[in-house]
Each structure stands twice: as structure tokens, then as C-alpha cells.
């Protein structure tokens, strides 16, 4: 059974700090590996999306990572800002594209 | 440009009581999901459809019923309501299988069973 973790569940930066979010992921038998934003109270927005056969997506200040063969995706924020203060979800896709998430992770940036 | 629509947004129900979620998409996806959200415990898979008319089982699907009558719409049911299924539920669809499949979200049925 596929399992996903992110560790932290929360955290806390200045504004204008880089910032890595990770992922770990236990089965490498994986379509793609999708970032998701959620707002509190709102839906799940698709930030990155990292086919299996790919290493890295950039999208502005975003840019995620994905090694399959450890199991470990990445989702690096430059100069992180407070807009940016959000529950970040990452998610792998295995058969008939069904996905399975983590927890998320609570970011909060502090002006 | 709608994507996919979740009706209702809220409802509280009664324990024992029934209803029915409605999911509809217009981007001509043959995939669909219900998800819920359970703090602490992330997004889990309740019921899919890979095509109008089919319906399989997810990760947590004790309680709830689907139907996809319509390629359009996957509708999730419960027929008697448990407290253990207050949640918020989210739909899902995408456009086939594969690693450049995208999936699209709804805004989510907050689900309260008192």
C-alpha cells in the first residue's frame, strides 16, 4: 500500500526566505507526483505536476523535484511571501490515476 | 469556465438520515473521484469511476454508494448518515490514466452529521 509523508506538519518563515517542502513517498511504481495548494475553507489548486519520467517542473517561484528511485519529491519557494501562507499537499498517482496524499504541510510566512 | 462543481456546499444532517453529493464536471473527463478530509488524517479515496456507467471502490468506501449515470456527473450517497462521516468531501475528475494526467478539484462539501 502506497503511504506518503510530510514532515513537518507545520512552518513558520520570514518573508523573503527560500524555503523546501518535502515528500516521501514508499512505492516507486508511479504515474506523477502532483503539488496541490489549499487555502483554508477553499479546494485543492494544482501547483506542479512531475511525470514519473521527469526530474524537475519550474512554475515562477516554484519549482519541484522528484526522485523515484529514493522515494522523494521536493517543492522549493523562493522568496517566499505572506500570500504564500497556505496548507501545501503533495500527492502520487498509481493506477487509473487515483491519487494518494499527505497530510500537508502548514506554511505560514510572517511579514 | 466552470471545471468541476460541488453541490451542496454545506449541510447538516441528522445521524440516520440520508443524502446524496453531487459532483459535475464539463471538461469531457473520463475519470472521476470522491475524496474526504479528515483533519489529521489527509484526502482519502472513497469511490472512483473510470467511465460512464463503471464505479469501483477506493481506500474508505463503507457507508457511501456512487452512481455515474452520465459522464458528466458522479454522484456520492449515504444512505444513513453517521457522526464518523462528518467531513469534507471532494470530487475529482481527470481526463484519462497516464503520467501527464492532471487531476482538477472541486471546492468541497462540508458534510456535518450531528
Known amino acids: 500500500k502506497q503511504e506518503v509523508t510530510q514532515i513537518p506538519a507545520a512552518l513558520s518563515v520570514p518573508e523573503g526566505e527560500n524555503l523546501v517542502l518535502n515528500c516521501s513517498f514508499t512505492?516507486?511504481?508511479?504515474?506523477?507526483l502532483q503539488w496541490f495548494r489549499q487555502d483554508p475553507g477553499k479546494g485543492l489548486t494544482s501547483l506542479l505536476l512531475i511525470q514519473s519520467s521527469q526530474r524537475e517542473q519550474t512554475s515562477g517561484r516554484l519549482n519541484a523535484s522528484l526522485d523515484k528511485s529514493s522515494g522523494r519529491s521536493t517543492l522549493y519557494i523562493a522568496a517566499s511571501q505572506p500570500g504564500d501562507s497556505a496548507t501545501y499537499l503533495c500527492a502520487v498517482a498509481g493506477a487509473n490515476s487515483k491519487l494518494t496524499f499527505g497530510k500537508g504541510i502548514t506554511l505560514s510566512v510572517r511579514p | 469556465n466552470a471545471g468541476v462543481t460541488q453541490t451542496p456546499k454545506f449541510r447538516v444532517l441528522k445521524t440516520g438520515q440520508s443524502m446524496t453529493l453531487l459532483c459535475a464536471q464539463d471538461?469531457?473527463?473520463?475519470?472521476m473521484y470522491w475524496y474526504r478530509q479528515d483533519p489529521g488524517m489527509g484526502l482519502r479515496l472513497i469511490h472512483y469511476s473510470v467511465g460512464e456507467g463503471t464505479t469501483a471502490k477506493g481506500e474508505v468506501p463503507d457507508g457511501y454508494n456512487v452512481s455515474r449515470l452520465k459522464k458528466q456527473n458522479f454522484l456520492l450517497g449515504l444512505e444513513s448518515a453517521a457522526p464518523s462521516q462528518t467531513s469534507v468531501y471532494f470530487c475529482?475528475?481527470?481526463?484519462?490514466?497516464?503520467?501527464?494526467?492532471?487531476?482538477?478539484f472541486g471546492q468541497g462539501t462540508r458534510l456535518t452529521v450531528v
Open positions: 475529482a475528475s481527470s481526463h484519462n490514466t497516464g503520467p501527464n494526467t492532471e487531476a482538477f
Open positions: 512505492d516507486s511504481a508511479i504515474y506523477n
Open positions: 471538461m469531457n473527463h473520463e475519470y
